[in-house]
T-cell receptor, first 112, second 114 residues
Framework: DQQVKQNSPSLSVQEGRISILNCDYT??????FLWYKKYPAEGPTFLIS?????DKNEDGRFTVFLNKSAKHLSLHIVPSQPGDSAVYFC???????????FGTGTRLKVLA | EAQVTQNPRYLITVTGKKLTVTCSQN?????MSWYRQDPGLGLRQIYY???????DKGDVPEGYKVSRKEKRNFPLILESPSPNQTSLYFC?????????????FGDGTRLSIL
């Protein structure tokens, strides 16, 4: 049973527009969420995170929104750039366990 | 340069032949972890380690062993590899002085078990 789901395997967006990547989770105990970006032939790199005590966290062009009641988080990239083309993974964690559940990833393609 | 180094990057081998994938980090991180990435399944945690001589199972530990004899190294051992362990493997590390620290990942090891 997939506890963290990214239901869109791929997404194409025009350069300069907003990219919205979605992630749903089933375990209401998760209290920390992270987004990672992965380029081909490289390991994932950390992008942004959010604690369950917040509903929004912003870092430059990247904003993560958390809706706890819906068990849903989203990553907004504004404006999207061709260099943002990558696979994005969301991950959920439970404080104190040091175990993380990753989603299946969404491949974002930003078209120039 | 802060990094997590995995070796080898690619390996093709046969069923039953023991292999070890090494992982080393130069950031003095306490926490280290191994993941495998498979199509449609994302990244799944195999084992993790909170510090030297402290290891624990992740979600898919069957068929794997790990050891943490030194802080910087966390090798993944496949005693008797089988074709269902063909996958892309990632090692990661992070601080553990505070919870939920972002992990630094290696560039991956692609294993093919024939």
């Amino acid at each position: 049973d997939q506890q963290v789901k990214q239901n869109s395997p791929s997404l194409s967006v025009q350069e300069g527009r907003i990219s919205i990547l979605n992630c749903d989770y089933t375990n209401s105990m998760f209290d920390y969420f992270l987004w990672y970006k992965k380029y081909p032939a490289e390991g994932p790199t950390f992008l942004i995170s959010i604690s369950s005590i917040k509903d929004k966290n912003e870092d430059g062009r990247f904003t993560v929104f958390l809706n706890k009641s819906a068990k849903h988080l989203s990553l907004h990239i504004v404006p999207s750039q061709p260099g943002d083309s990558a696979v994005y993974f969301c991950a959920a964690g439970l404080s104190g366990t040091y175990k993380y559940i990753f989603g299946t990833g969404t491949r974002l393609k930003v078209l120039a | 340069e802060a990094q997590v180094t995995q070796n080898p990057r690619y390996l093709i081998t046969v069923t039953g032949k023991k292999l070890t994938v090494t992982c080393s980090q130069n950031m003095n991180h306490e926490y280290m972890s191994w993941y495998r990435q498979d199509p449609g399944l994302g990244l799944r945690q195999i084992y993790y380690s909170m510090n030297v001589e402290v290891t624990d199972k992740g979600d898919v530990p069957e068929g794997y062993k790990v050891s943490r004899k030194e802080k910087r190294n966390f090798p993944l051992i496949l005693e008797s590899p089988s074709p269902n362990q063909t996958s892309l493997y990632f090692c990661a590390s992070s601080r553990s002085d505070r919870d939920n620290q972002p992990q630094h990942f290696g560039d991956g090891t692609r294993l093919s078990i024939l």
